[in-house]
């Protein structure tokens, strides 16, 4: 299970940091990630991180502004979120997997596991 928090109104400009705890006995070797989805829109890519944390990858709109990061004796994922812009407003979602070599990570379909989506939005 996957449960994600940390969303919420923000003004552009700000920060947000968002977590997801991901439980079971073998999550810390899991692939996490971030996807977001605004309204009438697909599900996109935002962030993955590798199990020790020596990969990460990151979609090219947030490159710069956003972190991902882990913890794994916690089993818990970060996405430090800077310089806000109106147009990262959408539900965010964290997804874990497996198995999953690097070049599936932006892909949503190659997660098995999600949480509820908790909502960021930034006003101008």
């Known amino acids: 299970q996957l449960q994600a928090c940390g969303g919420g109104p923000v003004q552009a400009g700000g920060s947000l940091r968002l977590s997801c705890a991901f439980s079971?006995?073998?999550?810390?070797?899991?692939?996490m990630a971030w996807f977001r989805q605004a309204p009438g829109k697909e599900r996109e890519f935002v962030a993955a991180?590798?199990?020790?944390?020596?990969?990460?990858d990151y979609a090219d709109s947030v490159k710069g502004r956003f972190t991902i990061a882990r913890d794994t004796a916690e089993n818990t994922v970060y996405l430090q979120m800077n310089s806000l812009k109106p147009e990262d407003t959408a539900v965010y979602y964290c997804?874990?997997?497996?198995?999953?070599?690097?070049?599936?990570?932006?892909?949503?379909?190659?997660?098995?596991?999600w949480g509820q989506g908790t909502q960021v939005t930034v006003s101008s």
């Open positions: 991180i590798n199990w020790n944390s020596r990969a990460t």
């Open positions: 079971g006995r073998t999550s810390w070797r899991f692939v």
């Open positions: 997804a874990a997997e497996g198995t999953l070599i690097r070049s599936n990570w932006p892909q949503s379909t190659a997660y098995d596991y």
